[in-house]
C-alpha cells in the first residue's frame, strides 16, 4: 500500500506538471483508472443507472472524466451539479467534454424535482464534491447534498476520498458520505486510514494515475500501514536450540497499592508475546496480590512508600537487575508521586537497554520530556491521547487535529519511538517514519489493555527487536487479537485478560 501525505501529493502532482505530465493530464487519468476500478466492481456498467454528484473545483473535474468514461461503455449517466459551474481550468475542460458529448447535467439549486426523481432509481451514486483539500464543516448546500446521497439506496463509491473527510487527520464533518467504496488517487492518504474516516470511507483501493517513476522516486515514502506481512516477516519461528535466555531478560518495574492489577496485566503480556525472563520489580504487597497469577514470573521485592508505591530507595536494589536486562517496562500503575520520577529518572539514565515507559512513567517526565534524551538507547513510549496532550501542553482536541504531525515532531525531538494510542493508534520513529494501525475495537476501550499492550511491546523489545519494530507489531497483534476475542466474547463482554489466550491464537495459526 501506498501512503502519502497531503503535501507529499501536492509536490508529487506538482513534478509531474514539470515534467509534462500535466495536471489535465493527470485528471484524466485519475478518471479513467476509477472509472475501469467501477466497471471491474461492478463486473457489468451496461444499463446501470449512475448519479454522480460534482462540485466545482478538481474533485468534481475527475468526476466528470468518470461521467465520460461510463457513458462510452454503455452507463447512464446523469450529473448533478452542486457548487455550480466549475472552477478550476482543468475542471473546466472535463465540463466541456460531457455537454459535447450530451450528457445529461442537473443542478441542484435549480433541478431538486428532476434530482429526486432520478435518485430513486439509481443504481450507483458516485460521489465527487470535494477530494482531498476538505475541511472543518459542511457549508450549505452541501450538508444537503451529503444527506441525500446518504438517504438513497444506491451503491455509493467517493473518488479519492469520502467527501466530508479531511484527508489529513480522519475527521469527518456532520454528516459526511458514507461510501460504500472510494477509488483513492495514486496513494491512500492517512484520512483513509484514520478513524473516524476510515469508516466513511468504506473499502478503499488505491489506482495508477500516471505520476512518472523518476517523481515518485524523489519523494520517498515515510508513511506506511501496519499489515500481517510486515508483522510476520519479523516474527521467526523459534530454532530447536534455543533457551529462555534467547528470549531475553524483561525487567518491570511496575504496580502500587492501588494498582496491583497492571502489574500483573504487563507481565502476563510479555509472557505471552514470548520473552523468555519477566521479572517484575514491585512491593511486597503486590508481589503477593499477583504472583498466583503470573506464576512464571520471578519477582524483585522493593521497598515501598507510604503510598504503597515503589520508594526511591529502591535505586538501588534495581541497579543490578538493571544490569542485566534486555529490555526495562517502567510505569504500569506505579502510580504517581515524586519517588515514582525518581524512579523513572534513574531507570532512564542508567539503563543501558531499550526502556519502555507507559502510564505513569510517561506522566512523570511531563514536565520534563528531555530526559528521554539521556537513554542509552531509543526508548519507547507509549501515550494516550490525555497523556500526549500533558506532554505538548495541548489538549486532546489538539492532538487529534494534527495526530501525525505531532506524534513525528516528538518523536524526532527526543529521539524516541512513540505510539500514540487512540481507537487509531499510529506510531511514530525518530527517522520521520510513521506508521498506521487498523486493528482493534471499542472492545479494547476498559482498564488493562494499555498494560497489556506495553508487556508485549517490551516483550518483543527484551527479545532483541529493533524499538520500531517491537512498537508497530505490538500495537498489530495486541489489536488483532483483540478483535479475534470480540468476535467470540463480544466487545461489551472481553476484557484485557482475555486478549492473551487469543494472541496465543494468532501465534498458533502462523505456526509460531
Sequence with gaps: MKIFTIPQMKKAERLSDEMGVTYQRLMENAGC???AYIRKR????VGKNFMIFCGSGNNGGDGFVVTRKLFEEGANVIVVLCGGTPRTDEAKYMYNCILEAGITILDWQTDQKKIDEFIGGA?????????TGFSGEFRPPFDEVAAKINSSSAIKISLDIASGVNAATGEAAEGAVRAAFTVAFDAQKPGHLLLPGREFCGKTYEVDIGIPHEVLEEIPQTCFCANEEMVFSSIRKRPRTSHKGTYGRLLCITGSANFPGAAAISAKGALRMGAGIVTVATTERVQSLIAP???EATFLPLPANEEGGVSAAAAEILLPAIKRASAVLIGCGLGQSADSAAIVKFVTETAECPVIFDADAINSICDEPEVLLTAAKTPIITPHMGEMARLCKKTPEQIAQARVEIACDFSSRYNCVLVLKDSSTVTASPNGD??????????LAKGGSGDLLAGMIASLSAQGFIETASAVCGVYLHGLAADKAAYSLSEYGMLPTDIPEYLCRILAEHEL
Excluded at 443504481?123 to 477530494?131: T, V
Excluded at 510513521?434 to 472492545?443: A, D, I, Q
Design 33 to 35: 483508472a476509477a472509472a
Design 42 to 45: 461492478l463486473r457489468s456498467i
Design 123 to 131: 443504481d450507483i451514486i458516485i460521489d465527487a464534491l470535494f477530494g
Design 293 to 295: 497469577a503470573v506464576p
Design 434 to 443: 510513521v506508521f498506521f494501525n487498523t486493528t482493534g475495537n471499542p472492545g
